[in-house]
DNA sequence: GGCATATATGAGCATCTGTTCATATATGAA
DNA sequence: TTCATATATGAACAGATGCTCATATATGCC
């Protein structure tokens, strides 16, 4: 819900609201309708990093192929053609959004993706 | 499909799938399998694109808008605080990828979702 | 035609991103 | 402990990205 939303009397901030959306509007009811509608912006920034993790074709096809098997770093660099280095800092951002699992097996680590995947769609469509 | 998939018996190549591959493997197999499994690499260009245009807050949020209604561009700039331009700009993204149905009234473009939402979640997950 | 308004687009710029390279950490084996 | 291997991470750099500003195009009205 954008600050425009809760402006509707209150004076104070009216004029900031000028500021901010000195656009011109067609149909300003629906525009305040939309504005009504918007998911939170905390839920819109966390969306978008999620599909942000799946908007590089390298990141995508770690997940790609995690979705098939359970693979430790090694492998996953071996099937894709990416150096270790690569392969473990984008890792990193999928463990940091938490759509990965990683289970530690002597030297090697193994990823599998988190069994979060049909969230994000019930999410957003 | 990656090229080393093709390498068996390639003798003549196989120097190549060295120099490119040179990353240890624990499980060859299971390398081999995840690696005829990928999806094709224009598929998987194509998809990260898709995600990339909802990887921006800006443009997750213009979705997210014309997700509860149809709205021209200057509607769209007014719901969400944003420069005429900067939504314009973003909208190409959309159209680029044909992600959003344009129709134009008089001086007005009034922008909806393309019926192709669904398809993408049915093609990863 | 001439003017106003809605949208599109190119240039420029600051920021973000993905890679490599070097190095640190962690585990296992000798 | 010492060495080797697997993974993680920081720095640095090249390329991509998203914004603003200026301007072009497109439509409607006079």
Redesign the pocket.
């Known amino acids: 819900m954008s600050i425009c939303s809760y402006m509707k009397g209150i004076t104070l901030i009216v004029t900031e609201q000028i500021e901010i959306c000195d656009v011109?509007?067609?149909d300003p009811e629906k525009v305040d309708r939309v504005k009504r509608a918007l998911t939170d912006e905390e839920t819109n920034d966390r969306l978008s990093?999620v599909f942000?993790a799946l908007?590089?074709?390298?990141?995508l096809r770690i997940i790609d192929a995690l979705s098939r098997e359970e693979l430790?770093?090694?492998?996953?660099?071996a099937a894709l053609g990416?150096?270790?280095?690569?392969?473990?800092?984008?890792?990193?951002?999928f463990?940091q959004l938490r759509l990965v699992r990683?289970r530690?097996?002597?030297?090697?680590?193994?990823?599998s993706l988190d069994g979060f995947w049909t969230k994000i769609v019930i999410f957003i469509f």
Do not use: K
């Open positions: 011109p509007m067609v990093h942000g908007a590089d074709p390298t990141r430790c770093v090694c492998d996953i660099s990416l150096s270790q280095s690569a392969t473990s800092h984008q890792l990193r951002t463990r990683q530690r097996e002597g030297r090697l680590v193994f990823y």
